[in-house]
């Protein structure tokens, strides 16, 4: 079952395959905290005020390749590879 990021009962982001991808994406958002309980507990991860992950219907539009790929992970995958262009200074 896909999960997606809801604030105030609102759907707010496509639907994901787990919800360690709704927590990546909502972390690359600027929506999660790290909050520490005490000195002896290690922080905890929380989502900002009025925001929740839950299960959700696919989404419709999100078509998968034959390789169960959707178009936006197969487009985060092409950016995280992408090399940078040698700087004019690195070939000198």
Known sequence: MPYA???NA?????????KSDVWRHAEE???VTEVGLGEEDPP????????AIKECAPD???KKSEHGMSEHDIAQ??????VSPPSATAAS
């Open 5 to 7: 990021l809801f604030a």
């Open 10 to 18: 609102t759907k707010v982001s496509k639907a994901f395959a787990s």
């Open 29 to 31: 958002s600027g929506l």
């Open 44 to 51: 905890r991860r929380i989502l900002d005020m009025d925001y």
């Open 60 to 62: 419709l539009s999100e």
């Open 77 to 82: 995958i092409i950016a995280a590879c992408r």
